[in-house]
């Protein structure tokens, strides 16, 4: 029989009466065998999700030496779920060992970790599963990457025979024996982990959405769901805002060739978007896929003539930005310019400035100006590159509504094209390449 591994992120962990859907949802077929859970999300829109208390338990812990006053919020939340579900389980016994460890590490990653750690012991009693601790099978290298093959080996290992488990997702242990967690999100990444070790037919990832959107339903009304689209599509459009799913989570299955099929833990009769591989990916026919942005961007325009003709320009500038420890996101480039686009919020006012006057001695530029406050639009899809007239289409769409596009950058493989933009102009540059391709016949 396959196996489908499934991850819940955190609305369906939210309280007692969602785990229930979760518990039917995995009753529902005997192939969804392993369950990665995320820690509690937010059960109304001013509730504090259960990883953002954790935060400030370590902060309380670090100004006060003990973190009793902040943890009482995750105990009450905690007891509160296992009250709903009616389960016979000495949570506070685990709540008073859980506090404990925190104050005893004393780690910021252990205790962000806690949120998923009690979820996992939680579901794993509702569903008569065995608890796997993430602490004792997934691993990371001394750089702080993921350690894959040691890790699938000890899932794989771990997991072999066993008719159902539980694990918790956002964590593992580091090199130096202690409890590391991935970003934010992270949870995404540790479900398709599992999905790679036990060499899953599908990775589900449950959320509380039916699948991937065109665009930022906040943006366009009821923007129309994408039914499947390739990983690195999925790739594309998760960098640039789309946070349906971690866009490291295709990693660990991509070589293994696993699908990922996102799902609604609230609405589970809902297709979902199923995430290919490209042997597995036929094109939907669209000429775009979807389309995602984000905010805040500087850019670094630096113009200096027969740029082109020095060996080593483009390397001696980036190591200004390197001995600062500022990643680039973009280089769009000219003969005799170069632009350099970076998240602003990597920057202040004193970074910006020391990275100038660098580039100034390193490289002696023409000319060096500063770009604030842009929005880059990332517009994506592999019918695009078949399309004559695509990029086209964007810009006049663009045109059309009076926007001033301030950079351009089109991938090599003509995927996606980023449209650089003024900040105010965001919103209304998405609306108007959505209406271009998908209110028309593509």
């Not at 004393?106 to 601790?133: C, H, M, P, W």
């Not at 946070?243 to 799902?263: C, E, G, M, Y």
Request: with cysteine.
């Amino acid at each position: 029989m396959s196996v489908k591994v499934c991850k819940f992120g955190g609305t369906s962990m939210a309280d007692g009466n969602v785990i229930r859907n979760v518990k039917s949802i995995i009753d529902g077929d005997a192939e969804r065998k392993f369950v990665v859970v995320s820690a509690p999300g937010k059960r109304y829109s001013d509730d504090i999700k259960v990883t953002d208390l954790l935060y400030k338990c370590h902060a309380e812990l670090l100004s006060c030496g003990s973190c009793a006053e902040s943890f009482a919020a995750v105990r009450a939340r905690f007891s509160s779920i296992v009250k709903e579900l009616g389960l016979n389980f000495d949570i506070s016994a685990v709540l008073d060992e859980t506090q404990a460890r925190i104050e005893c590490e004393q780690n910021e990653d252990f205790t962000a970790s806690r949120g998923e750690y009690l979820s996992a012991r939680i579901v794993a009693e509702v569903l008569g599963a065995k608890f796997v601790d993430a602490e004792t099978v997934v691993f990371f290298k001394e750089n702080g990457s993921l350690d894959g093959e040691r890790s699938y080996r000890a899932i794989a290992a771990e997991l072999s025979g066993v008719e159902r488990a539980v694990l918790p997702g956002f964590y593992g242990k580091g090199v130096d024996g202690r409890v590391k967690t991935f970003s934010r999100g992270g949870s995404d990444i540790s479900g398709a982990v599992v999905a790679r070790a036990v060499n899953a037919s599908v990775y589900e990832n449950w959320t509380d959405v039916s699948g991937f959107l065109a665009c930022d339903p906040r943006i366009v009304q009821s923007p129309k769901r994408i039914k499947r689209l390739s990983y690195k599509e999925l790739r594309e459009l998760s960098y640039m805002g789309a946070n349906v799913l971690h866009s490291d989570s295709i990693f660990p299955v991509r070589r293994a060739n696993i699908p990922i099929q996102i799902k609604n833990t609230f609405r589970p009769q809902d297709e979902g978007t199923a995430i290919l591989p490209s042997s597995r990916y036929v094109p939907s026919g669209n000429l775009v896929t979807g389309i995602a942005g984000k905010k805040n961007f500087t850019v670094i325009f630096i113009e200096k003539s027969h740029m082109n003709s020095e060996v080593g320009f483009i390397r001696d500038v980036l190591s200004v930005l390197a001995a600062e420890g500022v990643s680039v996101e973009h280089i769009p480039s000219g003969i005799d310019t170069m632009s350099l686009v970076i998240d602003s919020h990597s920057l202040t006012d004193a970074k910006l400035n020391k990275i100038v006057e660098g580039i100034k001695e390193t490289v002696a530029p023409d000319l060096i100006r500063i770009i604030d406050n842009i929005a880059l639009i990332a517009t994506v899809g592999h019918g695009m590159s078949s399309s004559v007239g695509t990029s086209a289409r964007i810009f006049k769409a663009i045109a059309d509504a009076d926007i001033n596009v301030k950079m351009i950058d089109q991938g090599s493989s003509e995927m996606n094209v980023i449209t650089g933009v003024k900040n105010e102009d965001y919103e209304k540059c998405i609306r108007a390449i959505y209406a271009e391709f998908f209110n028309r016949e593509n």
